[in-house]
């Protein structure tokens, strides 16, 4: 299974340790195209890559996924244009969001048919949920 | 002309009046399908409406919109899954973003192929850019 992975770069590298987890989670269930996005290289001003660039790379690798998940507890306009992309693609969509207070998930994304939406509060949490979501029915 | 107006809510409240005077620019081009962004009383929790309700009443709007206009300086999830749905019909997307310091425009935004990005500094620039953008070739 490959796995395109989605967290928000500008404003969400204090989310970036739970990013990396994550990472690490997936890559029991199949190849993640998108490793680099738990990296602490990687700063809130992004990739040293032409704009155009990064847009077709990750387009191109979002693609040939089979599964986009993505992490939207911090706002991000690049993640919901990905997930905007994938839902148009027909391509399974699974949010990961944990409840903060004084915010609340964008009814666009929590009211979307085509995405699963996973609430958790701690980042343990997620291996249950991510063996439920990703493991094939028997 | 119809125009479809997306601003981020949840984390954007301060930016509400400058989204409202944005609309009022847009009225003077056609019928803005969602005044509702500027309005001082739709709170940082969003509106009032089941997900699911507003997610259909906003896409069929998407849909019928000649133009999307988006004003993108806040991340905002919302405003990226609309522009990644919109982008996928073909529909022409126009981006508004104010550079902030210590922030820069996702790459996903800046680098896709199918958006016209116009940066400014005062929302007294706009309606030239607005009126350059949103009038017809002659």
């Given at each position: 299974m490959t796995i395109y992975f989605a967290g928000s770069i500008s404003g969400g590298r204090g989310d970036q340790a739970i990013y990396q987890q994550i990472i690490d989670f997936l890559k029991q269930h199949g190849t993640v195209l998108?490793?680099?996005?738990?990296?602490?290289?990687?700063?809130?001003?992004?990739e040293n890559l032409a704009d155009r660039a990064i847009h077709d790379r990750d387009l191109a690798w979002?693609?040939?996924?089979?599964?986009?998940?993505?992490?939207?507890?911090?706002?991000?306009?690049?993640?919901?244009?990905?997930?905007?992309?994938?839902?148009?693609?027909?391509?399974?969509?699974?949010?990961?969001y944990r409840q903060?207070?004084?915010?609340?998930?964008?009814?666009?994304i929590a009211g979307c048919a085509g995405i699963t939406i996973h609430r958790y509060d701690d980042v343990g949490d997620l291996p249950a949920i991510l063996r439920l979501s990703l493991t094939p029915d028997p």
């Open positions: 998108t490793e680099h996005f738990g990296q602490s290289s990687l700063t809130s001003v992004g979002l693609r040939k996924a089979d599964v986009l998940v993505a992490e939207v507890t911090t706002p991000s306009l690049g993640v919901g244009y990905e997930i905007g992309r994938a839902v148009e693609w027909g391509k399974p969509v699974i949010c990961l903060l207070p004084e915010r609340r998930l964008s009814g666009m």
